[in-house]
C-alpha cells in the first residue's frame, strides 16, 4: 500500500504524517533530532544545502546564508541574496540565488527523507494565501518530486483533526479555530457534527505570528541593552542571532514570569531580563489585531461569540499565555487544550490525504475514515474586469465585477452575463480577479489571469457573454466567456501550472544535495 501522507509546510516549523495501518494519523519524526517537527530554515552553501535544526547553527558564522520565513515571500517575485542575507527583487539576483519555491523544495525535499518512498501529498497553506503563493507550494512540490493531490487550508485541516479525536472534549456546534503560527495568523469558523465539518469563514493576516512577537522582543532588547550601556546591539550582521535569542525569551515567558538573557553587542556582554509583562506590553498592538480579526468572523457570520462551543488551538505561537487571555476575553471562554498544536495541521491533511485516495487504503485505514466529510468556502471574492459608463465622470470606468461571493461553498459555478460597449467590437478582455473585501476598484484587486476573446466583425453593440466560474474543493478554478449568438469561447484553467518558468527552476536545484 502506498503511503498516504499530509504535509504542514510552516513558516517556522514543518512537519510530516501519515495514516497508520489503523487509520490514525502520526506525525512522522525527524530523522535527525526525533522531533516531530523540522525547523523550517535552510543553510545555503554552493551545491549543499542544510535543512532543519542543524541549519540555524549557521547563524553563529555565516548568518547571510541561513534563510528563514520563507514562507512569507511565496507571493513575492523575490529571491534570496547571500550578499545581503535579505530577499531581493527578481531581476536584481545573481544567477545562484533561489527563489521562495526553490527555498521550500529544499524543505519538501528534506521532510521526504523521512519517508523515502511517498510520491503524494496533502499539503497544508493558510487559509487567506493568494494565488500566487498557492501556485508556488504546488512549483516547490514537483521540484521535490511531490504529486499534490490537494492543497487544503490549514485551520480545515486543524479542525478536520480535532473532530476525529475521541480522547479530546467532544468537539461539536460552532467551532472556531484560533491558527497562530510562526508567520501567518487565520481564525476559521466551522460547523462540527461528529466527524462532519463545514467551514463557514475565515479571515487571516499573512504577515502576523511568532516572528512578529520575536522582533517586538528584539527591539525591547535593543533598547533595554542601549539603557543599560549606551551601545548599540548589531542589528545589520547579527539581527538573525539577536532573533533566536529573542525566541527562546518568549518560550521562557511561557512558563515562567521573568527571563535574562546574556547580549553582546558594541559595549561588550551584558546580562539583560525581560518581563512577561513588558513583553505582553511590546506585543499589544498585534493583539488587537488578533481580537479584531475575531470579532470580524463572528460579525460577518452573525454569530455570538456564547454561541461558539469551543475555540480551538493551532500552532506553535498559541502557547504564549496572553493569547489565552486574549481569546477568553472575546469568547467569554478559555479555548479548548489537549492537543499538540504544533502537529494538529500536519495530522489534519493525512486524514484528508486519506480521504482523497481511498483505493490506497486497507480496509482498517477506510473504515476509521469513512465518515469524514470536509466542506470548505472560497476565501476570496473572484471577479472579472468591466466597463461601464460613468454619468458623473461622462466616461467609461474599469470597475471589478464579482462572479463568486466570498465563503460560497465549494465546488461552485456561477455565470454573470456582461454586454459589448459599442458595434464592431472585435475582441473580449477575459480577465480573472481575486480580493479580500467586496471591491469594486480595480485598483484593490489582485489580476490573476488575462486573455482575450476574440469576437466576429459586424456585431451590434450589447451582445451577450456569458462568463462562467467553477471553482473546486481544492482551490483550482476554471473560467469560460462564451459569446451568447456564435458560441465563441475562451477558457482557461488556473493553476495547471506555474505562470513562472518551472523547468528553469527545476534545472537549478537539480544537482543541489539535501543535508
Known sequence: MSKIIGIDLGTTFSAIAQLDDLGNPEVIPSIDTNRKITASAVFLKDNNVV???KSLEGLKTSPFNVVTETKRQMENDVVYSIETGQWVEKDKGKENDFSPAQISSFILGKLKTYMPDIKKAVITVPALFAEKARVATLDAAKMAGIEVIELINEPTAAAC????????EKVTGKVLVFDLGGGTFDVTLCEVNGPKVDVITSRGDK???GKDFDN???NLISDKYKENTKGEIDLKNKKNVYLEIAEQIKRALSVRKSQSEVIDGSKGPVKIEITREEFNLKIQTHLEKLKMLMEEVLDSSNVKPEEVSHTLLVGGS??????????????????????NVDEA?????????????KKNLNQAQKKAIADVKLQDVSNFYMGTLVQNEDPVLNRRVTENLIVIERDTPLPAKHTV???????????LDCSVTQSEGRENNQEFVNLIHQGTLNLPDKKPKGRLIDVTYE?????????????QETKAKYEVSLRPESAEDLRKQREAVEHVIIE
Open 51 to 53: 535543512v532543519g535544526d
Open 161 to 168: 483533526y480535532y473532530a476525529s479525536l475521541p480522547s479530546v
Open 207 to 209: 504577515w502576523l505570528g
Open 216 to 218: 517586538e522582543l528584539l
Open 318 to 339: 498559541t502557547r504564549i499565555p496572553i493569547i489565552s487571555e486574549t481569546i477568553k476575553s472575546i469568547m467569554k471562554k478559555p479555548p479548548l487544550k489537549g492537543v
Open 345 to 357: 495541521v500536519a495530522a489534519g491533511a493525512a486524514i484528508y490525504a486519506g480521504i482523497k485516495s
Open 417 to 427: 452575463a456582461v454586454a459589448t460597449l459599442h458595434d464592431d467590437q472585435e475582441a
Open 471 to 483: 471553482y473546486d474543493t481544492s482551490g483550482k478554478i476554471h473560467c469560460s466567456f462564451v459569446d
